[in-house]
């Protein structure tokens, strides 16, 4: 069993900087994979990035334009989303996922989520 609890969300102005991380509760989370995703209020969740248990991305929303950089610690058993250029629109809850698949856009590949972390953006 993995728990994965992500932190850093919070408010943001538009153009700044916010870092998640997501922590996962046993060293097995270094053999898997990490997807990101965001859920705004009254939308579908959608997929920002996917990251190999290697460290490569795997996949990417093109919404990303560059402003986003995913990375991993397994020696410390957390991936980090870094957000730069915020804007309004990134607006959402985030959550990370975990799966012994290749990451990917597709939730059904997902064996463990987090709770998420709300990250908002003001204009």
């Known amino acids: 069993q993995v728990q994965l609890v992500e932190s850093g969300g919070g408010l943001a102005q538009a153009g700044g900087s916010l870092r998640l991380s997501c922590a996962a509760s046993?060293?097995?989370?270094?053999?898997?994979?990490v997807g990101w995703f965001r859920q705004a209020a009254g939308k579908e969740r959608e997929f920002v990035v996917g990251?190999?248990?290697?460290?490569?991305?795997?996949d990417y929303a093109d919404f990303m334009e560059g402003r986003f950089t995913v990375s991993r610690d397994n020696a410390k058993n957390t991936a980090y989303l870094q957000m730069n250029k915020l804007k309004p629109e990134d607006t959402a809850v985030y959550y990370c996922?975990?799966?012994?698949?290749?990451?990917?856009?597709?939730?059904?590949?997902?064996?463990?989520w987090g709770q998420g972390t709300q990250v908002t953006v003001s204009a």
């Open positions: 046993v060293s097995t989370f270094g053999m898997k994979s």
């Open positions: 990251i190999s248990w290697t460290g490569s991305i795997t």
């Open positions: 996922a975990a799966t012994s698949l290749r990451a990917s856009s597709n939730v059904k590949i997902y064996d463990y």
